[in-house]
């Protein structure tokens, strides 16, 4: 996936800000800290394998799938949301929404979330195969 096509649906979607990768990293600790917080008790790590949403695919924790995911998320409120994609070669971003973004065709990992953590949407590139995209909200986490 080009920056291009990344920054394209974003533009559509409202008012963008970068995020410093110190911040970057901060808030995806956090991330980690509300929908990874079943595997770091069962395993000691933060992340299952190689991308952040494993720990929906590997039963970590709840979260709807394919299209119920993408229902949850398009009854979500569009707002301050930050949008963070594993990769490190495109920019995270503090969006102002008056849409929210899709990224079902990037087909890349790219997570979707408001500040208070409240639901958070993955998508995946292996959505063609029936992993993901991944809706959570954090009450599902406090309720594990």
């Given at each position: 996936m080009s920056t291009s096509d990344y920054l394209s649906?974003?533009?559509r979607c409202g008012t963008m800000a970068e995020v410093s990768?110190?911040?970057?990293?901060?808030?995806?600790?956090?991330?980690?800290?509300?929908?990874a917080s079943?595997?770091?008790a069962?395993?000691?790590k933060w992340k299952h394998g190689?991308?952040?949403?494993?720990?929906?695919?590997?039963k970590y924790a709840h979260a709807?799938?394919?299209?119920?995911?993408?229902?949850?998320y398009s009854l979500e409120q569009p707002g301050e949301v930050l949008v963070i994609p594993e990769s490190e070669a495109l920019p995270a971003l503090r969006l102002e929404a008056h849409?929210?973004?899709?990224?079902?065709?990037?087909?890349?990992e790219i997570h979707v979330f408001p500040p208070d953590l409240s639901w958070t949407m993955s998508f995946t590139?292996?959505?063609?195969?029936g992993l993901g995209p991944y809706f959570s909200r954090r009450e599902w986490m406090d309720a594990r």
């Open positions: 649906v974003l533009s990768r110190r911040e970057r990293w901060r808030l995806m600790q956090e991330w980690r800290s509300v929908y079943s595997l770091h069962a395993t000691g190689q991308f952040e949403w494993h720990v929906f695919s590997f709807l799938s394919g299209t119920k995911a993408q229902h949850a849409l929210l973004p899709d990224f079902i065709s990037l087909r890349n590139h292996e959505m063609s195969i």
